[in-house]
Structure formats: C-alpha cells, structure tokens
Nanobody
Framework: QVQLVESGGGLVQAGGSLRLSCAAS????????MGWFRQAPGKEREFVAA????????YYADSVKGRFTISRDNAKNTVYLQMNSLKPEDTAVYYC??????????????????WGQGTQVTVSS
C-alpha cells in the first residue's frame, strides 16, 4: 500500500503561481512513477505531468508544458508540481497518483495504482 497526501492548493489570480506537494508513505520503495492529474467540474480527469521516480524522466501535457514543472525529493518521498503563469482554465481538483509497475501508459489514469484525495486549485480572471 502507498498513501498519498496532497497539499498546496488554493485561490490565485491569473498569471500567479502555486506549488503543489504530494507526500508518499508506505511502500514508497516500490513506486515507479508519480503523476499529477486534474479534474474540472463536468470534465474527465486529465493528465497533467508525471515523473519516473528513479530516473527523474518527466512528462507533460501540452496544455501545461513550459508553465508547470514536476520534480521530486527522494529523501522526503515527495513530488512537487510548480505551476506558473496560471490561467482560469487550470482551475480543477488536482490529484497525485502513484504507479508501482515499470513502464505503462504515462497519460492514462487507469495505469496508476494509488491516488490522493485531491486539492482544489482555483484561478480567478
């Protein structure tokens, strides 16, 4: 089992920044990849970014590339999502996810094994 707890969400004006954190506990030595997804009201959950835990290889959705940065602190078992130049369309609940098995589809939420409870991000215009 892996437990994930997100923090750092809030209300910010367009153009502002936020940093989300996701603290992992439990079988963290088994984690292969960590990801961030988001879900806006009435929309499907969508991929935002991911990072392979050991190699540090990162992946981004086109909609956030150049604005968001995913990183991890292995010693703290924590993954971060630095979000800059935020737009109203970034408003959503942001979820952290963990995948235990190697490879897999990076952008598919069904390929992740554990999920956090989510943190709300609201960007006002």
């Amino acid at each position: 089992q892996v437990q994930l707890v997100e923090s750092g969400g809030g209300l910010v004006q367009a153009g502002g920044s936020l940093r989300l954190s996701c603290a992992a506990s439990g079988r963290t030595f088994s984690v292969y990849r960590m990801g961030w997804f988001r879900q806006a009201p009435g929309k499907e959950r969508e991929f935002v970014a991911a990072i392979n835990w050991s190699s540090g290889v990162t992946y981004y959705a086109d909609s956030v590339k150049g604005r968001f940065t995913i990183s991890r602190d292995n010693a703290k078992n924590t993954v971060y999502l630095q979000m800059n130049s935020l737009k109203p369309e970034d408003t959503a609940v942001y979820y952290c996810a963990a995948r235990l098995r190697p490879a897999g589809l990076v952008r598919e939420y069904g390929s992740y094994d554990y999920w956090g409870q989510g943190t709300q991000v609201t960007v006002s215009s």
